[in-house]
Nanobody, 116 residues
Framework: QVQLVESGGGWVQPGGSLSLSCTAS????????MGWYRQFPGKQRELVAT???????NSADSVKGRFVVSRDAAPNIVTLQMNSLRPEDTAVYYC??????????WGQGTQVTVSS
């Protein structure tokens, strides 16, 4: 089993920055993808940014140039640095772990609110 523990999030004014971190523990596969998704009220969860175990990143067009995803191999920590935040970034952010054995594993979610 894989467990995810998230930290970070909260409230920030437009234009501000926040950082989210997620630590994975348990049966971590050598080949995996970790990252962040977000969910707006009444909407499906959507990709924010991911990074594979070999360092390949992928991110949504809406966050490119503003958000940066990174990871440390030991321990398995994935970090989302969010800059130039906008009110439309307000959502619940979920950490995700995926590999072919476990499938998708989700964190508990953390609220990010951007408002003045």
């Amino acid at each position: 089993q894989v467990q995810l523990v998230e930290s970070g999030g909260g409230w920030v004014q437009p234009g501000g920055s926040l950082s989210l971190s997620c630590t994975a523990s348990g049966s971590i596969g050598d080949i995996n993808t970790m990252g962040w998704y977000r969910q707006f009220p009444g909407k499906q969860r959507e990709l924010v940014a991911t990074v594979t175990s070999n360092g390949r990143t992928n991110s949504a067009d809406s966050v490119k140039g503003r958000f940066v995803v990174s990871r440390d191999a030991a321990p398995n920590i994935v970090t989302l640095q969010m800059n130039s935040l906008r009110p439309e970034d307000t959502a619940v952010y979920y950490c995700n772990y995926y590999n072919w054995v476990t499938g998708n594993i989700w964190g508990q979610g953390t609220q990010v609110t951007v408002s003045s």
